[in-house]
C-alpha cells in the first residue's frame, strides 16, 4: 500500500469529467437559453451572457450534474431542468467543490477552455420562486460553483474536464 500526502490527495481525481450541459442569459431576469456551444473570452466569460465582463471571480458558474437529482429530490420532483438554476454550466464525473482555488481544462486543443474555480455559488432569492416553497434551502450546498476565465476558447458539450493545474494545499 502506497502512502499518499495529504497534498497528493487534493491532486487525485479518479477519473475526467464532462460538460453535459451550457445555458447563457442574454439578459437579467430572462430565461436562460440552452445551446451547444458558447465561445469563452478572458475578459468577458461566456460571450451572449448578461454577467460577460461584469466581475472577473464570476465569469462562468458551474453546477455537479450529480446534485441536480438531490436538489429535485429535496424539492418533490422527478427530474430538475438545469435552466431553472440559472447556472451556466453543468459538469458531472469530477467533483466542483474539490477543485476550489485550482484550474480545469474543458476540452481538446487550441480551442479548450481554463477556468479557475474561485468559490461556491450560493442559491438566490429566486429558487424560491422557481423551485416552489424551500427553493431555498433545498440549493443551499448545492448551487455549484464559480469560476474565471484563465483562457478562452471555444466550449461544447461533450468535452471533457480535466484538473490541470493544482496549487499546492498547506498540510493539515
Known sequence: ???????????????????????VRPK?????????????SEEKGLIGDH???QSGNRHVTLIQAE??????????????????????IVVSGINLLA???????????PEAVVLEITGQCHPC????KTLGPGGYNAMRGHGGMTARVIRGGVLRVGTP??????????DE
Open 1 to 23: 500500500m502506497v502512502l499518499m500526502t495529504l497534498k497528493d490527495l487534493f491532486c487525485a481525481f479518479p477519473r475526467s469529467g464532462r460538460v453535459e450541459w451550457i445555458g
Open 28 to 40: 437579467r431576469d430572462e430565461p436562460v437559453t440552452v445551446v451547444e456551444a458558447v465561445a469563452v
Open 51 to 53: 454577467y460577460s465582463g
Open 67 to 88: 446534485h441536480l437529482p438531490v436538489v429535485a429530490a429535496l424539492t418533490g420532483r422527478d427530474a430538475l431542468d438545469p435552466a431553472l438554476l440559472r447556472r451556466n
Open 99 to 109: 477543485l476550489k482555488d485550482q484550474q480545469i481544462q474543458l476540452g481538446d486543443g
Open 125 to 128: 432569492s429566486k429558487m424560491e
Open 161 to 170: 474536464v480535466e484538473a490541470v493545474h493544482i496549487k499546492q494545499q498547506p
